[in-house]
């Protein structure tokens, strides 16, 4: 399977390519009022308005100005589309699917709740989130 | 590849056939107002024969045998040979309805056959049975023709019943129906200019009904060196004859008058003719019968049908191209090269006109709608010996396609739920003082980010003690309950499922269906259902629909560094007041507005904007808002201006959010929201 690479806080983290639609710079976010912390707001994403998940905000970590690499990645789950920000995302990599282990008790700044697995790829560690849990989307 | 071009054949037989179908219920209904107005069957008329040569081309018998039975009666009365019976109003009807379900049985898939025996059966009977004047026994036009000129041409082959009954119109006017041969010389280079310059001078000379071969045929010079024309005109032959001589290149003319002088006695020997005209017709080349529909119903040829997700991706496309516009705009003002910044305004200024050609293309007038319940409101009204005037206003009200697809049905049974339930017997109306004609008023208009639809009947009104002694009986509520109850939740429970009020289960309303399935349709569209009443004068069925995708006229706001759109629709005015002007009623800020005491509201607050630095101006700008006859007052920093905007939704992702009704892409392509005033104001 093919793997995005994404970066947040430190901590390298996977997206499988199929639920990736595309990765985009940074623009214009309009926020929206009485809504999650977590829901940064929407952009306009050719046309379509597209809610953005602040991952560092939904994982409690502290906020940080946006940076030349900071960037949204567009992911399709369920049929919507949601746009996550990352500190970074310039990675593709190929994988074993079994490569994919149970997440360890405790690991870096994110609850456990949030993984689904971690992948060793020499001695880096990608970590698998369970979007379904991040984004607080029903399991269908 | 075949299968889907004949597809795309049928899809256009469908819409075509609605089309027509509709006109004709429109016409058929002003007939009944004017039986003496020829015109208006001569309109029918027009619709049954292109239905007619539609159906048989593209294989639907049984279609193509009632439109040609409905032809031959509608034909006899435009000829005034029969004239029109309220009875024979009735079949007409009758049979455009089994015409519109043949239609649709198509369009769900299915071969469009039906029973059509009894129907065809009855009209022949009208068409045969009425004849009486002597005079007429000689034109029915099934008997056509057969020829006496020396060539000896069968014209029933040649002709369809459509140009049959021209030639027999004219011939009654008074005109000459010419068959003329045109040969012209064996080395002539350009033929089709020659074909051109013989119809040139035929026109306005008279009427060329049929060219052999066609006349896509013989711009294609697809041809030897003579054609036949059938040509209608008031001139005799020989100045036909020398004029079409006078053309270069043409050697011989030809000229044969075309006579009807057929005797034989009509019906029982002929009525074979008709069928096998019909069948014929398969046979004309389709460029001829399209040349024929565009000559009967020249309007029709300037629209195109597109697919409405073909929009959709132009649309989508065209708001990238926004926001490269924007980029754009910034890039060259940032440069300052005056030749870029020239053309770049240019196109701006042209791609703001494409967006709203492109907006507009997917609005549709509810007109489409609406133009159904005249014919459906007089045959209830029939059904149940009532007396009724149905008022439509806002026809032109424009809603999204998509909303527009989906609001028929509700509309129908509000519409024969005020019929069957609202509206009173015409005995029982008198009795009260009333008119015996009752009447129902369908209106539709924008307000807000809404489309209000509203079913006004000034019948019996509705009956709160009635409504919730059945509810109790239902046992849908206690009696305790129901005491507490306003008057508004009382007539809600009518929208609940199994609900019904008439005594009498009618044919029309209450089989069970009750209005939840109103109620549950109008919901799915995220739209709303109130009722109003007064007992014995009125009852208002009220359908507020958001819209969906709808171009709306907006105030741009700004609050802090947010900007906001406000729907036009719901905006009563600007305006700046001093501070002080602010009062404090029971904890409210209120300000005094034209003798009003209206509410103010913080925008700031309701959707908790974050500010840098506050701002001390002794004003305060104030957009005033209004719900129905409710006022409120919103305050902002600044007003940006007016603009159109598209009404974008947020998505399903994230959950309704209070007080906005959806976003819109700006010109710079930032997303702003769009405020829903209704919300605001309580």
């Given at each position: 399977?093919?793997v995005?690479?994404?970066?947040?806080n430190d901590?390298?983290?996977?997206?499988?390519?199929?639920?990736?639609?595309?990765?985009e710079?940074?623009?214009h976010?309009?926020?929206i009022?009485?809504?999650?912390?977590?829901?940064?707001g929407?952009?306009?994403?050719?046309?379509?308005?597209t809610?953005?998940?602040d991952?560092r905000?939904?994982?409690?970590?502290e906020s940080?100005?946006d940076?030349?690499?900071?960037?949204?990645i567009?992911?399709c789950v369920?049929?919507?589309?949601?746009g996550i920000?990352?500190?970074?995302?310039n990675?593709?990599?190929e994988?074993?699917?079994?490569?994919?282990e149970?997440?360890?008790?405790v690991?870096?700044?994110v609850?456990?709740?949030f993984i689904r697995?971690?992948?060793?790829?020499?001695?880096r560690?990608?970590?698998?989130l369970h979007?379904?849990?991040?984004?607080?989307l029903?399991?269908? | 590849?075949f299968?889907?071009?004949?597809?795309?054949?049928?899809?256009m037989f469908i819409?075509?056939?609605?089309?027509?179908?509709?006109?004709?219920n429109?016409?058929?209904?002003q007939?009944?107002q004017?039986?003496?107005?020829?015109?208006i069957?001569k309109?029918?008329?027009?619709?049954?024969?292109t239905i007619?040569?539609?159906?048989a081309?593209?294989?639907f018998?049984?279609?193509?045998?009632?439109?040609?039975e409905?032809?031959?009666?509608l034909?006899?009365?435009?000829?005034e040979?029969?004239e029109?019976t309220?009875?024979?109003?009735?079949?007409?009807?009758?049979s455009v309805?089994?015409?519109?379900?043949?239609v649709?049985?198509?369009?769900?898939?299915?071969?469009?056959?039906?029973d059509?025996?009894h129907?065809?059966?009855?009209?022949?009977?009208?068409?045969?049975?009425?004849?009486?004047?002597?005079?007429?026994?000689?034109?029915?036009?099934e008997?056509?023709?057969?020829?006496?000129?020396?060539?000896?041409?069968?014209?029933?082959?040649?002709?369809?019943?459509?140009?049959?009954?021209?030639?027999?119109q004219?011939?009654?006017a008074?005109?000459?129906?010419?068959?003329?041969t045109?040969?012209?010389?064996?080395?002539?280079m350009l033929?089709a200019a020659?074909?051109?310059?013989?119809?040139?001078?035929?026109?306005g000379?008279?009427e060329?009904?049929l060219?052999?071969?066609?006349?896509?045929?013989?711009?294609?010079?697809?041809f030897?060196?003579?054609?036949q024309?059938?040509?209608?005109?008031k001139?005799?032959?020989t100045?036909?004859?020398?004029?079409?001589?006078?053309?270069?290149e043409?050697?011989t003319?030809?000229?044969?008058?075309?006579?009807?002088?057929?005797?034989?006695?009509k019906?029982?020997?002929?009525q074979?003719?008709?069928?096998v005209?019909?069948?014929?017709?398969?046979?004309?080349?389709?460029?001829?019968?399209?040349?024929?529909?565009?000559?009967?119903?020249?309007?029709s040829?300037?629209?195109?049908?597109?697919?409405?997700?073909?929009?959709?991706?132009?649309m989508?496309?065209f708001?990238?191209?926004?926001?490269?516009?924007?980029?754009l705009?910034?890039?060259?003002?940032?440069?300052?090269?005056?030749?870029?910044?020239?053309s770049?305004?240019?196109?701006?200024r042209?791609?703001?006109?494409l967006?709203?050609?492109i907006?507009?293309?997917?609005?549709?007038p509810?007109e489409?709608?609406?133009?159904?319940?005249?014919?459906?409101v007089?045959?209830?009204s029939?059904?149940?010996?009532k007396?009724?005037?149905?008022d439509?206003?806002?026809?032109e009200t424009?809603?999204?396609?998509?909303?527009i697809d989906?609001?028929?049905?509700?509309?129908?049974?509000?519409l024969r739920?005020?019929l069957?339930?609202?509206?009173?017997?015409?005995?029982?109306?008198?009795?009260?003082?009333?008119?015996a004609?009752?009447?129902?008023?369908?209106?539709?208009?924008?307000?807000?980010?809404?489309?209000?639809?509203e079913?006004?009947?000034?019948?019996?009104?509705?009956?709160?003690?009635k409504?919730l002694?059945?509810?109790i009986?239902?046992?849908?509520?206690?009696e305790?309950?129901?005491?507490?109850?306003?008057?508004?939740q009382?007539?809600?429970?009518?929208?609940?499922?199994?609900?019904?009020?008439?005594?009498?289960?009618s044919?029309?309303?209450g089989?069970?269906?009750?209005?939840?399935?109103?109620k549950?349709?109008i919901?799915a569209l995220?739209?709303?259902v109130?009722?109003?009443?007064?007992?014995?004068?009125?009852t208002?069925?009220?359908?507020?629909l958001p819209?969906?995708?709808?171009?709306?006229q907006?105030?741009?706001?700004?609050?802090?560094?947010?900007?906001?759109?406000?729907?036009?629709?719901?905006?009563?005015?600007?305006?700046?007041?001093?501070?002080k002007?602010?009062?404090y009623?029971q904890?409210?800020?209120?300000?005094?507005?034209?003798?009003h005491?209206v509410p103010?509201?913080?925008?700031?607050k309701?959707?908790?904007?974050p500010?840098k630095e506050?701002?001390?101006?002794d004003?305060?700008?104030?957009?005033?808002?209004?719900?129905?006859d409710?006022?409120?007052?919103?305050?902002?920093?600044?007003?940006?201006?007016?603009?159109e905007i598209?009404?974008k939704?947020?998505?399903t992702y994230l959950?309704?959010?209070?007080?906005?009704?959806?976003?819109?892409i700006?010109?710079?392509?930032?997303v702003?929201?769009i405020?829903?005033?209704?919300a605001?104001?309580?």
């Open positions: 399977m093919k995005i690479i994404f970066r947040l901590e390298e983290y996977g997206l499988e390519i199929d639920q990736v639609r595309s990765i710079r940074v623009s976010i309009t926020r009022p009485n809504t999650s912390s977590y829901i940064k929407v952009i306009n994403l050719r046309g379509i308005v809610p953005i998940v991952l905000n939904r994982f409690d970590i940080i100005e940076s030349d690499n900071t960037r949204v567009i992911i369920n049929d919507i589309e949601i920000i990352v500190d970074a995302a990675e593709v990599i994988l074993e699917e079994t490569n994919i149970p997440p360890p008790k690991i870096g700044d609850e456990a709740e697995g971690v992948i060793k790829v020499g001695n560690l990608l970590i698998l979007l379904h849990k991040v984004l607080n029903q399991e269908t | 590849m299968v889907l071009d004949t597809n795309q054949y049928l899809d819409d075509e056939s609605k089309e027509h179908l509709q006109a004709m429109e016409s058929l209904l007939l009944e004017n039986p003496k107005n020829i015109d069957v309109d029918i008329f027009r619709s049954a024969h007619k040569g539609m159906s081309t593209m294989g018998e049984d279609i193509a045998n009632l439109t040609h409905l032809e031959n009666v034909d006899q009365v435009r000829n040979i029969i029109i309220p009875e024979m109003m009735d079949i007409i009807f009758q309805d089994i015409l519109e379900g043949m649709y049985s198509i369009i769900e898939g299915s071969d469009g056959k039906a059509v025996k129907l065809v059966n009855k009209l022949k009977a009208i068409a045969s049975g009425v004849i009486v004047a002597p005079a007429n026994n000689n034109t029915s036009k008997e056509i023709i057969e020829s006496t000129n020396l060539s000896g041409i069968n014209y029933n082959d040649l002709l369809d019943e459509y140009q049959k009954t021209v030639i027999m004219s011939k009654s008074g005109h000459n129906a010419l068959y003329i045109v040969i012209l010389s064996k080395d002539c033929k020659r074909v051109f310059m013989v119809f040139d001078a035929l026109e000379l008279g060329v009904i060219s052999q071969p066609t006349v896509e045929e013989l711009e294609d010079e697809k030897e060196q003579q054609f024309i059938i040509f209608v005109t001139e005799d032959s100045t036909i004859q020398n004029k079409l001589l006078n053309i270069s043409v050697t003319v030809e000229v044969d008058i075309i006579d009807f002088n057929a005797s034989t006695d019906q029982s020997a002929n074979l003719t008709p069928e005209d019909a069948n014929q017709q398969q046979d004309i080349t389709k460029a001829q019968e399209t040349k024929q529909t565009t000559k009967s119903k020249p309007i040829s300037k629209t195109i049908r597109v697919d409405i997700e073909r929009l959709d991706v132009l989508n496309l708001s990238e191209l926004v926001i490269d516009r924007g980029r705009e910034q890039i060259a003002r940032e440069l300052g090269h005056s030749e870029l910044v020239e770049v305004e240019h196109m701006s042209i791609s703001g006109d967006q709203n050609l907006l507009n293309m997917r609005m549709v509810i489409q709608v609406f133009n159904r319940f005249p014919r459906m007089r045959d209830l029939k059904e149940l010996n007396k009724v005037e149905l439509i206003r806002g026809a424009e809603l999204d396609r998509t909303v989906e609001i028929g049905d509700p509309l129908v049974h509000l739920n005020s069957d339930h609202g509206l009173e017997l015409p005995e029982e109306r008198t009795k009260k003082g009333k008119s004609t009752g009447t129902i008023q369908l209106h539709a208009y924008h307000s807000g980010n809404h489309v209000f639809i079913i006004i009947d000034d019948g019996n009104g509705l009956d709160r003690e409504i002694q059945k509810s009986e239902r046992g849908m509520l206690t305790e309950q129901s005491n507490q109850l306003t008057d508004q009382v007539y809600m429970l009518l929208f609940q499922a199994g609900f019904s009020t008439a005594k009498v289960v044919d029309v309303s089989r069970g269906v009750g209005l939840d399935v109103v549950n349709k919901e995220s739209g709303q109130h009722i109003e009443s007064k007992l014995g004068e009125y208002k069925f009220q359908i507020e819209l969906t995708l709808s171009i709306i907006s105030m741009l706001v700004k609050i802090s560094e947010e900007k906001y759109a406000i729907p036009l629709t719901s905006i009563i005015e600007t305006a700046v007041f001093p501070k002007d602010i009062h009623v904890g409210q800020t209120v300000i005094d507005f034209r003798g005491i103010l509201v913080s925008l700031e309701v959707f908790n904007i500010r506050e701002i001390n101006d004003e305060v700008s104030v957009i005033v808002v209004k719900k129905g409710k006022l409120a007052g919103l305050i902002v920093d600044e007003f940006i201006g007016q603009q598209v009404l939704n947020l998505g959950p309704s959010v209070f007080a906005i009704s959806g976003a819109t700006l010109g710079d392509g930032q702003a929201l405020i829903d005033c209704n605001l104001i309580r």
